[in-house]
C-alpha cells in the first residue's frame, strides 16, 4: 500500500504530461493557428510514423549518430575540460579557442564542411559532437576546479602522478559536476540529432520532422515533436539511473529542509 | 559502377521520385551507375554543395545556379528541366486577403509582402513586375521572408499584406477560399523555368557515360510520371508525405505546373530569365549557352 | 599492536633524543605571504628556521592562526613558500611524496570510496597486493576503533571517525615523515589517549620522523622529543624546547614525573605570558 | 587562485586563436578550399574593419546584439528561478521535472514557424527562440547545483532566523552560483548560435541575414564577416562573464 | 565584555543550579536511525530522554561516534528523529528557529560572505539596522580574537579561526539557545580558555541555555551545571551528573578545588571502565 502523498509523487509525471498536452490542446484551439495543431491532431499522426518501417528506419539512423556523437564527445571533452580546470595555462589557452569558435553557428560553415566532410553522416556526427562537447566541456572545467585541494594533495603524497591523480581523484571528485554536464549534453544531442538534418538529409528522424515541416503537414511535425519528447523522457530516466549510481556517496544525507514542515 | 551524388528537394521533381521509389523501373539504375541520394533544404544549399564538390548532380533554379556560377566559380551543365510554368498552367502568385483593399501591384506601396527566399528565384520577375507598376521594390514595401509553407497561414494571420503563394500549398489554400490572386509571375514573362537538374561540368567530363545513362532515366522518369499519373501520385505521396485527396486537387492537372515531356531544359527560357536578372541588377549579364552540354542534355533515349 | 609490517623489527630506538641523529628536515629563513581577495599581502609566515632529525618526533603550538599548517604544507612539498627553502634529506622539497605522509586538519577523504577504499587507496598506490593491502587496511581501521564501519562513506561518519579515518589512510601507506595537524583534535579523551599510544607504538617500531601540530600542551610534552613554539603575527618561532624524558614513556606514570609537569607548566606559563591576538600584519 | 589575468595567460590564449588563422590561411594559400568559399582571412578582417564603422552593419549587430540579451536575460532570470524552485520544493519538483524532461530536448526551430505567426517576423519569434533554447541548460545546472548545496549552510541560515522563501536568495543561490554560472556560460553560447540561426531562417536585419544573402550569392568575404564578428562577440561576452563570475565567486576556493 | 547588548544587564542569575527552574527542551525517548549507503540500518541514538531546565549549561561527552551531534541537529530541529520528539518550552520542535543557535562541528560559514558578512548574516535576517549590526559584529569578532580579519574571505582563514567566526555567527543573533558542538575543539589552550570565559559571561549575564558538546572533561566540569555521559553503540545515555560547584567560576580558583578534581577525576574514570570501541548496530 502506498500512502496517498506517495502516490500523488508517483503519479506526478504522467499528470505533468497530461497537464502539457492539454494545455496544448486549449492553447492551439484558443490560437486556430494551422501551423499549431491541436495535441490530439498530433498524437493522432504517431502511429502513421512508428507504423511505418522506413521512418522507423530513419528514427534509428538518427539515434546511432546521436549515440556515436554523444560517446565520442563525453570521451574527448570530460579530459580535455579536466586539464583546463586543473592547469591554468591549459585553461588559458583551450578557453578564448573554445569561446570564439562555439558560438559560430555550423549552418553557416556548412559549405565548407560539405568540402571536406561531404554531406553524410560524418557532417551531421560532428554537429551531434560539437554540441554535446560544449557543456560536458564545461561543466567538466568548473567541476574540476572546485575540487578540494587537500584531496589532491593526499593523492600526490601517496605518489599519484599528475595524470594519475586527474583520472583517480579529479575525476572521481568532479563526477557529479560532469554528470550534470552529460544531461545538458543528452538534452543539446537530441536537439542537434534533430537540427543537424535541417538543411542536407539522407535519413533520420530530422528527416521525417523537416519534410513534414517544408510541406505544411503540422500534425507529423508535431508528432515528430512528441516522438523526440518521449525519447527525452526515456534517456533522461535511464540518465538518472546511471547517475544515482555512481554519485550516491554526494548526494545529500538530509532532505531540503526547505520542504521539511 | 560509378556512383553520383545526387541532390534533391521538394515538391516537384517526380521523375527524380520514381528513381527513387521504383528503382525497379530503370534497369540502368544500379547496374550502369549507382545513385547516393541527399536532400536539401532548398536550391541554394545545393548549389554550395556542387561548388564544394559534395554533390555531383542537383536540383538547381536558374538563379542559384548562376550565383554558384558568379560567385563560386562553378562549372556546371544544365543536363535536364523539371517544371516550369506552361500558358495557362500554375504559376507562382502573390494572394492577399478576399477583404484586402489592395487590388492591384500598385497598392502594395508601405505593405508588408511575403516572399519564400528573398534574393531568390521569383524575386527577379516580382521585382520586375512591381518597377513596371510604379513601386520601387527596396523602398516601397517591406519584404519579409516567408517560406511557402507558412505563407498561407501568415497570410490568414494577417502577418502579411501579401504572399507568394505555391503548389501544393496554393491548392490547399484555394479549396479553403478567403484569398485572392493578386498577379502571377506569368505577367513578368511566360514560361518560367523554375527547377533545372544540373550536374557538375568537371564530374561529367570523367564520367561522360553514367552521366548519360543518369539523364536517359530522368527523360524515361519524366515519362513514366506522365504516363501513369495513378501512381504518381503514390509515388510523390510517398516522398512527400502528403496526402493523396491534396495532391489529387492539382498535380499533373491543369492548374499545375508544366513538365516537358522529354524533360528538355528550355534554354531560350533560361536565357530570359537571366537577362530579367541582369535587369533588376542581381546577376551581371549571362549567357544560358554555357550551361548547355553538346551530346549530354535530355531528352535522351 | 601487530598490524604494520615494520621495515625494521628488530631495531630498538635509543631512549636518549640527544644523540648525534643525521638530520632529516631542514627548515630555512621560509617565509609565506598569502595575497587575500582585498588584494592585500598577509604574511603567514616569517622567517622561519628548523631542523629536525631523522627519528624524532616533533610537536609544534601555537596559537590559532600562526601559521602550524602553512609550515606543514610547505614541508609536504604542497605550497611552494614565497621566500626560503625546505629541505629533506638534503635535497630541495618541489613537491609532495609518499616519504611524506600529511594529515590534514580538514581530513581531506575521498568521498566516494568507502573508509575502506580510502584506508587502502595509499598502499595499493604503492604496488601492494589488494588482499594484503585490505588486511592491512582492516588491522589499522580495526585500530583506529572503527571495525564494523568499513563500509560506510565520509558522509555518514562523525566528525571523530572521518578524522580516524584520515589518520589511518596515512600509516597505511608508511611514510617515513608524518606531518599530522591536529590529528586528535576531534577525539574524545579515550580514544585519544589509546591513538596517542598507537602512534607512539608505531614510531618507536618503524623509527618514523613525526612533525605534529597539536594545541594540547600535555599532548606535546608527553609525545615530543621537542616542542615548537611558534607565536603569531606574523607566525615565527618563539622558542624550541627540548623534552627530556625518557622513552618508553607510560602516561600514568609520566603524569607523576614532576619534570613532567614542570615542562607542562614551564611552557602553559610562557604561552600566557604573551597576549596573542594580534591583527593580520 | 588566479583569479587575475595574467599578460602570459592572454598570450598563451591568443596564440591557438593565432594557430587557426594561420591555418585557416594556409587551407587557402596550398588549395585545399578555393577562395570562392573559404576566403584568406586578411580580406574578411579587411572587410569586417570597413564594415564596423558602416552605420547599417552597426544596425545589423545591434538588431543581433538586443535580441541575443533579450533573449539570454529571460532565459537566465526562468532557468535560474525555476530551477532554484524545483530543488527547493518537492511539489514544483514533481511538476517541473517531468515537464523539463519533455520539453528540453525538443528542436525548438521546428517550432519556429509556429512562433512567427503568433509572434511575428520581428523581434519577439526570435528572442522567444534564443530565450527557449537557452533556458535548458541554465535551468539544469541550476536545478543539479542547488539540490546539492551544503545542508549545514543551509541550517545555519534558517536558524538565524531566515524565512523559508528567503533561503532561496540568500543561501542557495549564492551556493549554488558556480553551477549556474557554468550553465549561463552554456546558455550565452547557445544563444549565440540561435539568434543567428533565426535570422538565417527568416529575417530582414541582423548578423545572420547578413550571412544568408552573401551565402546565397557566393561572396564569400562577406559571408565571413559575420561569422568572425559573432566569434568576437562571443570572446568579449565571455570574458565579461569571465568578470562577472570572478567577482560573483571571489569567496569561492575555486574562484 | 561589552560587546553584546543584555536583554537583562541587571538580572543576577543565581548561583545554585539545583533551584526550581522551568524545563526548557525536553527529550522524550528519541531514537535515530540512518539507511546507509549500504541499505543498512545503523542506530546512531537509541531511546534518549533528557530535560534542561532553562539558562542551565549543559555538556554532552561521549566517545566519538556517539551521536552527540546528531542528538544537537535534533533539538535544533534540523533532523526529525526516527521515533521519539523534542519539545522546546512545551512545543514540538518542527523545524530550526532563532531561538536555538548552532555552532557546527564543521563550521558551515558561508563561502561567499566575508567573516564580518558572515557574523553580521544574523542580526541583519532579525532586522537589526545595518549600522548596529555592523557594530555589533565588529565587537564579538575582536572579542574572539579576529580583529583584523573582518575582510576575509573563509577559505583565507585556519581551521581555529574559521570555528571562531562560526561562534561569533551564532552568537550574534543571540538566540535563547546554543547548541555547540565542539565550538572550541580547533583552538588552542589559550585562545580556549579565554573562550570559555567569555562564553561564561555572556551565559550568565543573558541567562542563556547552552548545551555543550565537548570531548574535554576538563571543560565539561568547569563550564556546566550538568553533564551528560553518553555511550556508543547504540548512543545511549549512561549518566547524567551535577555539577554543583559554586559560580561564577575562576578557572584558576577552581582548578584547586578538591571538588572540582573529584568531578573530573570520577568522569574519567567512568569512561575508561567502558571499552567503547563498538561495531555498528
Ligand atoms: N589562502 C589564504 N589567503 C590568505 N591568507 C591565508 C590563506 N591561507 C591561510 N592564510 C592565513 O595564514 C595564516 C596561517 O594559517 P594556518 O592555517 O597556517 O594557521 P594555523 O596555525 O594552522 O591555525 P589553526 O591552529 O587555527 O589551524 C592565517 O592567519 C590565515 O589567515
Ligand atoms: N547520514 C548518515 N548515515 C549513516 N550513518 C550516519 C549518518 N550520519 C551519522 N551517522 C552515524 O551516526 C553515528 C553518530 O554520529 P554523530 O555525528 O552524531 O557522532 P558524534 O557523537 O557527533 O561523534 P564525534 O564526536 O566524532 O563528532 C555515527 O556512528 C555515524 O556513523
Ligand atoms: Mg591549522
Ligand atoms: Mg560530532
Known amino acids: ?260 514542515s | 559502377q560509378q556512383t553520383i551524388r545526387v541532390g534533391w528537394t521538394i515538391p516537384a521533381e517526380e521523375s527524380k521520385y520514381w528513381m527513387m521509389r521504383r528503382a525497379a523501373e530503370f534497369p540502368n539504375l544500379g547496374k550502369a551507375y549507382n545513385i547516393e541520394w541527399t536532400q536539401f533544404q532548398g536550391t541554394a544549399p545545393m548549389t554550395q554543395a556542387l561548388a564544394a564538390g559534395a554533390l555531383d548532380c542537383a536540383t538547381q533554379a536558374p538563379l542559384s545556379l548562376s550565383n554558384g556560377v558568379v560567385g563560386g566559380n562553378l562549372k556546371a551543365y544544365i543536363v535536364a528541366q523539371h517544371v516550369f510554368e506552361k500558358p495557362g498552367g500554375f504559376s507562382v502568385y502573390w494572394a492577399v486577403k478576399d477583404d484586402s483593399p489592395i487590388k492591384s501591384i500598385a497598392d502594395l506601396k508601405g505593405k508588408t509582402v511575403g516572399i519564400s527566399v528573398i534574393g531568390g528565384g521569383t524575386q527577379g520577375p516580382f521585382n520586375l513586375l512591381l518597377k513596371q507598376n510604379g513601386v520601387d521594390p527596396a523602398k516601397d514595401i517591406k519584404l519579409v521572408e516567408v517560406g511557402f509553407a507558412v505563407s498561407e497561414d501568415a497570410l490568414r494571420q494577417g502577418r502579411v499584406d501579401a504572399v507568394n503563394m505555391n503548389q501544393p500549398f496554393a ?102 530569365m537571366l537577362d530579367i536578372y541582369a535587369e533588376t541588377g542581381m546577376l551581371p549579364k549571362l549567357d544560358a549557352a554555357q550551361f548547355k552540354h553538346p551530346t549530354i542534355v535530355a531528352p535522351l533515349e | 599492536m601487530k598490524v604494520v609490517p615494520s621495515r625494521s623489527s628488530e631495531w630498538v630506538r635509543p631512549v636518549t633524543p640527544h644523540e648525534p641523529a643525521s638530520v632529516i628536515i631542514e627548515i630555512d629563513r621560509v617565509s609565506q605571504v598569502f595575497q587575500t581577495s582585498a588584494r592585500r599581502d598577509h604574511v603567514a609566515l616569517s622567517d622561519i628556521s628548523l631542523t629536525i632529525e631523522e627519528g624524532a618526533f616533533v610537536s609544534i603550538l601555537g596559537p590559532s592562526g600562526c601559521g602550524k599548517s602553512t609550515l606543514l604544507y610547505i614541508v609536504g612539498g604542497f605550497v611552494r613558500p614565497t621566500s626560503g627553502a625546505a629541505k629533506m634529506k638534503g635535497r630541495a622539497i618541489t613537491g609532495p611524496g609518499p616519504d611524506r605522509g600529511p594529515v590534514f586538519q580538514e581530513f581531506a577523504l575521498f568521498p566516494w570510496k568507502t573508509v575502506l577504499g580510502n584506508v587502502m587507496y595509499g598502499p595499493r598506490q604503492q604496488g601492494v597486493r589488494a588482499t594484503e593491502a585490505e588486511a592491512q587496511s582492516r588491522a589499522l581501521i580495526e585500530m583506529v576503533g572503527l571495525k564494523g564501519y568499513e563500509n560506510f562513506y565520509p558522509k555518514e561518519l562523525s566528525g571523530g571517525m572521518k578524522q580516524r579515518v584520515a589518520l589511518a589512510r596515512t600509516l597505511a601507506y608508511q611514510p617515513e615523515v608524518l606531518l599530522m595537524d591536529e590529528p586528535f583534535g576531534a577525539l574524545d579523551a579515550h580514544t585519544r589517549t589509546r591513538l596517542q599510544n598507537d602512534l607512539l607504538n608505531i614510531w618507536e617500531r618503524d623509527r618514523k620522523t613525526v612533525l605534529f601540530v597539536t594545541h594540547s600542551v600535555d599532548e606535546a610534552v608527553f609525545l615530543s622529543d621537542k616542542v615548537v613554539m611558534m607565536s603569531k603575527s606574523p607566525g615565527r618561532i618563539r622558542q624550541v624546547i627540548d623534552i627530556d624524558l625518557p622513552r618508553p614513556r607510560r602516561r600514568n606514570e609520566l603524569l607523576l614525573d614532576p619534570r613532567y609537569q614542570k615542562y607542562v607548566v614551564d611552557i602553559e606559563r610562557m604561552f600566557d605570558e604573551s597576549d596573542d591576538a594580534g591583527a593580520p600584519a | 587562485m588566479m583569479s587575475r589575468f595574467l599578460s602570459p595567460n592572454i598570450l598563451l590564449g591568443i596564440a591557438p586563436i ?187 536585419d541582423g548578423l545572420g541575414h547578413a550571412l544568408v544573402t552573401a551565402a546565397r550569392t557566393f561572396q564569400a568575404v562577406d559571408m565571413f564577416v559575420p561569422l568572425i564578428t559573432i566569434s568576437l562577440l562571443g570572446l568579449i561576452l565571455n570574458g565579461l562573464l569571465g568578470a562577472v563570475r570572478s567577482y560573483l565567486l571571489r569567496g569561492f576556493p575555486e574562484a
Open chain 4, 18 to 204: 593565432v594557430l587557426v588563422i594561420a591555418l585557416w590561411q594556409g587551407l587557402v594559400s596550398f588549395g585545399f578550399a578555393p577562395a570562392v568559399l573559404l576566403p584568406p582571412p586578411g580580406f574578411v578582417f579587411g572587410r569586417l574593419l570597413q564594415q564596423l564603422v558602416t552605420s547599417t552593419f552597426q544596425h545589423e549587430i545591434a538588431a543581433t546584439l538586443f535580441r541575443l540579451f533579450a533573449g539570454f536575460a529571460i532565459a537566465v532570470v526562468l532557468g535560474v528561478s525555476l530551477g532554484i524552485a524545483a530543488a527547493a520544493n518537492p511539489a514544483i519538483n514533481a511538476v517541473v521535472r517531468p515537464i523539463v524532461r519533455v520539453l528540453a530536448p525538443l528542436p525548438k526551430v521546428a517550432l519556429y514557424p509556429a512562433l512567427l505567426l503568433l509572434l511575428g517576423f520581428g523581434h519577439g519569434s526570435k528572442i522567444t527562440l534564443v530565450a527557449a533554447d537557452a533556458l535548458f541548460p541554465i535551468l539544469l545546472s541550476t536545478y543539479y547545483g542547488a539540490s546539492t548545496v551544503e545542508q549545514k549552510l543551509i541550517w545555519s541560515a534558517m536558524a538565524a532566523g531566515t524565512p523559508r522563501r528567503e533561503i532561496l536568495f540568500k543561501v542557495v543561490l549564492p551556493a549554488a552560483m558556480p553551477s549556474i554560472l557554468t550553465g549561463c556560460r552554456i546558455g550565452l553560447v547557445i544563444s549565440c548560435i540561435v539568434v543567428f540561426l533565426a535570422e538565417m531562417i527568416t529575417s530582414t
Open chain 1, 1 to 260: 500500500m502506498m500512502s496517498p502523498a506517495a502516490m500523488v509523487k508517483r503519479a506526478a509525471p504522467v499528470l505533468a504530461c497530461i497537464g502539457l498536452l492539454v494545455v496544448w490542446q486549449v492553447a492551439s484551439l484558443a490560437l486556430k493557428n494551422d501551423s499549431f495543431p491541436t495535441a490530439i491532431e498530433a498524437m493522432r499522426a504517431i502511429p502513421g510514423i512508428l507504423g511505418d518501417k522506413e521512418s522507423l528506419v530513419n528514427i534509428l539512423a538518427s539515434l546511432r549518430r546521436m549515440a556515436i556523437g554523444f560517446g565520442l564527445a563525453v570521451l574527448v571533452s570530460i579530459p580535455l575540460g579536466l586539464l583546463m580546470g586543473r592547469s591554468a595555462a591549459v585553461a588559458a589557452f583551450f578557453n578564448p579557442l573554445l569561446m570564439a569558435i562555439y558560438p559560430v553557428p555550423k549552418a553557416a560553415l556548412m559549405p565548407i564542411i560539405m568540402l571536406w566532410l561531404g554531406v553524410g553522416d560524418v557532417t551531421k556526427t560532428l554537429v551531434i559532437f560539437l554540441g554535446v562537447s560544449l557543456p560536458v566541456i564545461y561543466h567538466s572545467f568548473e567541476g574540476a576546479k572546485a575540487v578540494e585541494e587537500k584531496m589532491l594533495w593526499s593523492g600526490a603524497a601517496m605518489g599519484l602522478s599528475p595524470a594519475q591523480r586527474l583520472v583517480r581523484i579529479v575525476l572521481p571528485a568532479a563526477l557529479p559536476e560532469i554528470l550534470t554536464g552529460c544531461r545538458t549534453g543528452l538534452v543539446l544531442a537530441l536537439i542537434t540529432m534533430i537540427t543537424s538534418e535541417m538543411i542536407a538529409r539522407q535519413s533520420g528522424a530530422g528527416n521525417i520532422l523537416f519534410n513534414a515541416l517544408d510541406m505544411g503537414q503540422y500534425d507529423t511535425v508535431f508528432a515528430m515533436i512528441i516522438i523526440v519528447g518521449a525519447m527525452g523522457i526515456c534517456l533522461d530516466a535511464i540518465f538518472e539511473r546511471v547517475r544515482a549510481r555512481l554519485v550516491r556517496w554526494s548526494e545529500p544525507q538530509f532532505d531540503m529542509p526547505l520542504s521539511f
Open chain 2, 171 to 272: 491548392a490547399r489554400a484555394e479549396a479553403k477560399g478567403g484569398t485572392r490572386k493578386l498577379f502571377s509571375l506569368s505577367e513578368a514573362m511566360p514560361n518560367i523555368v523554375h527547377i533545372l537538374e544540373a550536374c557538375r561540368a568537371d564530374f561529367v567530363d570523367k564520367n561522360p557515360e553514367a552521366v548519360k545513362a543518369y539523364v536517359r532515366d530522368i527523360t524515361s522518369g519524366m515519362k513514366k510520371a506522365l504516363a501513369n499519373r495513378e501512381e504518381t501520385l503514390k509515388v510523390v505521396n510517398e516522398v512527400l508525405k502528403a496526402p493523396i485527396p491534396v495532391l489529387e486537387t492539382y498535380l499533373l492537372k491543369d492548374n499545375d505546373f508544366g513538365r516537358d515531356p522529354g524533360a528538355a531544359p528550355n534554354f531560350p527560357a533560361i536565357q530570359k
